[in-house]
C-alpha cells in the first residue's frame, strides 16, 4: 500500500536544500541507469523474492535488486554467470544468487514474481506467483507491446491500447536500440527520414497473475495513489516511458481518460529510494504554486503523491505545449524566449523576501569551501572567489531572496497553443533561492542552443558569445538582468556576486556527472575560470554595472 505524504515545513534560511545536499563526485554519471522499464507497468514495485530465468542486462538486474530482498538468476551461460556474480560482488547485492539450473532454486512457487525471457527478447512475468490463488486455472493476463525491438525497454503500453501506442511514439518516447546517445540521435534521425512509424517490430511481456487486470487497467500502486486522494483512474489507459540516461530521470507512466485519446496527465516514479527526495521536493513546489495567480496554467498541477517499495510517485496534470526548442528563433527577438525571462522576472518578485545579507554571504562562502575541495582550486583562486561573496554582507542589514525553479534550462520549457512559455519539472526548487539564478540558466542554455545553429559547437565557447563578449543576443541579457534587479528590489553591487555564485553553485551540482579524475573538464568550472580571467569583457562588465 502507498502512505500519505506529509508536506514538508517552509525554512526561513538561504538555500536550504542546496546547503543540505551532498554532491559526489562521479555519483550520477550518464549510463549507470537501472533499467526494466516493464517493472511499472506491473500491480505493485516491491517483491519479497524474484526468480529471473535467462540473463538480464545489467540495468535490469540493478532494478531487480532495488525490488525484491531475494534475486535468483537462473544463467546457463558460465560466461554470463561469472559476470552477473561479479557484478554482485562489487555492488554488495548480498541478495543475489545466480545458479546454472531450475533444481538449485527450489520449488518456483516460493518466488513471488518470476521472470522468464523467451525468444526474440519477449518476456513472460508471472506476479504473486507464490499466492493460493495463482494455483487457479484460467489466471488473468495482459500482454504489454516494449519498446524498442532491442536492447533496455525503454516502453510498455497494453498492447491493445492503440491510442496509447500512437501517443508514446508521437512525444518521442519510444527510446532507440543505439545505447549511445550520439548514434541514438543518428537513429531518431534516420527513422523521421524515411518516416518510419512507431511502433513498427515491437516484443512483447505478457503478465500473468490473480492481481492483474487484463483489462490493461491502471496498474495498482497507481491507482491506489490516486484514490487515497481522492481521484477515480477507473477507465483510464496508460503507458510507461523510461527513457533517460541517468539513474535520477524518472520513470514516466502516462494516464488518458478513458474517452480521450491523448494523455492528460503523468506519474513521476523515482528509480530508487536515493533520489526520491528530489520528486518530494517537487510535489511541495507545485503545491505552493497552486496559489500563486502567475502560474496559472504556466506550471503542472499536482493530483496525488505516495511513497511505494522504496520509490516515490507524484501524479500531475500534463501540460498542453510543444518543446520550447521546436520554437524558438534563436534570435535576440525571439518572443518565447521574452516571455520566458519576464515570467521568471515576476516569479521572483512575487516570491521576493528579505533575509539578513550575512547569512546569503555565509551560505555561498559554504558552497565555495565545496568547490574548492572539488576541484582542487588554486588559493589565488579561491581568495578572489571568497572576498567577491564576503562583499554581500556589507551591503546593508538583509537582501532578498526568491523561490527559484532550479532547472529552468529550454528542455524544461514548453510553449503552449497561445504562445505563453510553460515550465516543467520543479524538483530543483528552492523556497529561499538567490534572485537572478533561474534568469542566468535559462539564458545560458538558450546561448549555447544558439551559438550551435550558429555553427559554434563547444557549450563554453558558446556560452562566452553571448555572456562575456558582445552581441545583439547579449544585450538582451544585459536588458533582462536590468530588469530582474528592479522588479526583486537587488542591489547592482550583488550582481557579481550572484553571478559567479550561480556558476559555483551549478559546477557543484555537475561534479555528480563527472568521472573523479576529470572534474577539471567540467564546463561550470571553466566558466568561472574564464570569467575570473576575463572580469572586464564587455557584457560581463556591463551586467556587473546592473545592466540597464
Known amino acids: 500500500m ?3 505524504v506529509i508536506e514538508p515545513a517552509q525554512t526561513t534560511s538561504v538555500l536550504s536544500r542546496t546547503l543540505a545536499t551532498e554532491y559526489d563526485v562521479g555519483g550520477n554519471r550518464r549510463g549507470a541507469l537501472s533499467g526494466a522499464g516493464w517493472l511499472y507497468g506491473l500491480p505493485r514495485l516491491a517483491y519479497r523474492s524474484v526468480l529471473c530465468v535467462g540473463a538480464p542486462s545489467s540495468a535490469t538486474m540493478m532494478t531487480l535488486v532495488r525490488s525484491a530482498d531475494l534475486v535468483v538468476l537462473v544463467v546457463r551461460s558460465p560466461r554470463r554467470r561469472r559476470q552477473l556474480e561479479t557484478r554482485a560482488r562489487s555492488e ?10 531450475m533444481p538449485e532454486t527450489g520449488a518456483a512457487q516460493q518466488f513471488d514474481l518470476i521472470v522468464s525471457y523467451v525468444r526474440r527478447g519477449d518476456l513472460v512475468i508471472q506476479v504473486d506467483a507464490s499466492s493460493p490463488a495463482a494455483s487457479t486455472a484460467d489466471e488473468p493476463s495482459l500482454t504489454l507491446a516494449l519498446t524498442p525491438r532491442l536492447g533496455e525497454v525503454r516502453s510498455a503500453v ?11 511514439g508521437r512525444m518521442g518516447l519510444a527510446g532507440t536500440i543505439a545505447s549511445r546517445p550520439r548514434l541514438a540521435a543518428i537513429e531518431r534521425r534516420l527513422r523521421r527520414s524515411i518516416k518510419v512509424s512507431w511502433p513498427g517490430p515491437t516484443r512483447t511481456a505478457t503478465i500473468i497473475g490473480p492481481s492483474v487486470l487484463a483489462d490493461g487497467g491502471v496498474p495498482a500502486y497507481i491507482a491506489q495513489a490516486a484514490a487515497a486522494a481522492g481521484r477515480s483512474l477507473d477507465g483510464w489507459g496508460w503507458a510507461v516511458a523510461a527513457r533517460g540516461d541517468y539513474d535520477s530521470q524518472k520513470v514516466l507512466v502516462l494516464l488518458r481518460p478513458g474517452d480521450d485519446p491523448a494523455p492528460t496527465g503523468v506519474v513521476k516514479v523515482t528509480r530508487s529510494t536515493e533520489h526520491a527526495s528530489r520528486l518530494e521536493n517537487e510535489h511541495a513546489a507545485l503545491v505552493r504554486l497552486e496559489s500563486l495567480p502567475a502560474a496559472e496554467g504556466r506550471v503542472p498541477r499536482p493530483w496525488f503523491a505516495a511513497r511505494h517499495g ?6 500531475e496534470s500534463l501540460l498542453d505545449g510543444i518543446p520550447f526548442a521546436s520554437r524558438a528563433t534563436w534570435r535576440e527577438d525571439c518572443s518565447h524566449l521574452d516571455d520566458a525571462l519576464e515570467w521568471l522576472t515576476a516569479y521572483g518578485a512575487a516570491t521576493r523576501r528579505e533575509v539578513p545579507a550575512d547569512a546569503v554571504a555565509e551560505a555561498l562562502l559554504t558552497l565555495v569551501d565545496r568547490y574548492a575541495a572539488i576541484y582542487r582550486s588554486s588559493d589565488e583562486e579561491i581568495s578572489t572567489l571568497r572576498q567577491t ?24 520549457l514548453l510553449v503552449d497553443p497561445a504562445g505563453r512559455t510553460m515550465f516543467l519539472d520543479w524538483e530543483a526548487a528552492e523556497t529561499d533561492g538567490l534572485p537572478l539564478w533561474d534568469l542566468l540558466y535559462l539564458f545560458r542554455s538558450y546561448a549555447v542552443a544558439a551559438s550551435r545553429r550558429a555553427g559554434v559547437r563547444d557549450r563554453l565557447d558558446g556560452t562566452a558569445r553571448h555572456m562575456l563578449d558582445r552581441s545583439p543576443l547579449a544585450d538582451r541579457l544585459v536588458r533582462a538582468v536590468g530588469a530582474y534587479r528592479v522588479s526583486v528590489g537587488l542591489p547592482v553591487e550583488a550582481i557579481e556576486p550572484l553571478l559567479y555564485g550561480c556558476w559555483v553553485h551549478r559546477s557543484l551540482k555537475e561534479s555528480t556527472r563527472l568521472q573523479a579524475g576529470r572534474v577539471q573538464d567540467g564546463y561550470s568550472v571553466r566558466l568561472i575560470r574564464m570569467m575570473l580571467e576575463r572580469p572586464r569583457a564587455s557584457t560581463l562588465a556591463r551586467l556587473v554595472e546592473g545592466g540597464s
Open 310 to 315: 522504496g520509490r516515490f510517485l507524484l501524479g
Open 2 to 4: 502507498s502512505e500519505a
Open 158 to 168: 497494453p498492447s491493445q491500447d492503440r491510442d496509447m501506442r500512437d501517443a508514446i
Open 389 to 412: 561573496f564576503e562583499r554581500l554582507g556589507g551591503l546593508g542589514p538583509s537582501l532578498p531572496v526568491v523561490n527559484q525553479h532550479g532547472d529552468p534550462g529550454i528542455w524544461n
Open 92 to 101: 554488495g547485492w548480498v541478495g543475489v544468487q545466480v545458479v546454472a539450473d
